[in-house]
């Protein structure tokens, strides 16, 4: 079986969050009193961008989810719907296989490693890369962070501003500027997987073709 469903049978996904992330959106304008347009203002999320995430009617891209998390002045773990401990000395997070929290994008299904643990400096995730028509839009997304990029399954075509276009196999690795627009495709027919952990850089802007954003 191709693309994300396939990479959701091999794991559970009751954790698969989504939902979560529109909860938290919704309690946040409650309890501040802040209208879409104010949450706009302050994530540079579109507002019909916001009212489809509030609404479980979209699942916010990888990069509008650091937006959201920045502007709203909550941890990105929290924000995905993680309890979380914050990170201290001598702290130690054990994330089991398949015990990460899952969300979908187009980009793929992310499982976010460590999610127990909050204001962490790094944000690890394994992503599944489903195969994508030749036909559909290319799924691009930048965010201010540095990058690293290991494929643990498959290959990846990998396209990033302004290099051509570059093929990654098992075992291959990626280190970039996530801020250039960039993104992941399988190269092959079947879902490819990587570990990325990124590295965000505090007062980030970030875009997405995932979702509409606003200028």
């Known amino acids: 079986m ?8 091999r794991r559970s996904t009751d954790r698969i969050t989504g939902k979560a992330v529109g909860e938290m959106l919704a309690r946040l304008r409650f309890e501040n009193r802040w209208t879409l347009a104010e949450v706009s203002r302050r994530t540079g999320v579109s507002i019909s961008s916001l009212s489809k995430i509030e609404n479980n009617q979209s699942s916010p891209a990888y990069s509008v989810l650091v937006r959201l998390a920045e502007g709203l002045g909550i941890d990105f773990a929290d924000l995905i719907g993680s309890p979380t401990e914050k990170f201290a000395s001598a702290a130690r997070v054990i994330t089991r296989a398949g015990g990460g929290t899952r969300y979908v994008t ?8 460590a999610p127990d643990l909050a204001e962490k400096s790094m944000q690890p995730m394994i ?3 489903p195969v994508r028509a030749s036909s559909s839009r290319p799924v691009r997304s930048a965010h201010k962070a540095e990058e690293f990029v290991y494929v643990l399954e498959g290959e990846v075509v990998f396209f990033m501003e302004p290099y051509a276009p570059v093929v ?16 992941f495709s399988s190269n092959i027919d079947q879902t490819a997987r990587i570990l990325s952990v990124c590295l965000e850089r505090p007062g980030a802007s970030t875009r997405s073709t995932e979702d509409p954003i606003r200028d």
Do not use: C, P, Q, W
């Open 106 to 113: 187009r980009m793929g299904l992310y499982e976010a490693l």
């Open 2 to 9: 191709n693309g994300i469903e396939g990479a959701s049978d």
């Open 168 to 183: 990654l196999s098992k075992g291959d690795t990626v280190y970039f500027d996530s801020a250039r627009e960039h993104g």
């Open 127 to 129: 992503i599944d890369i």
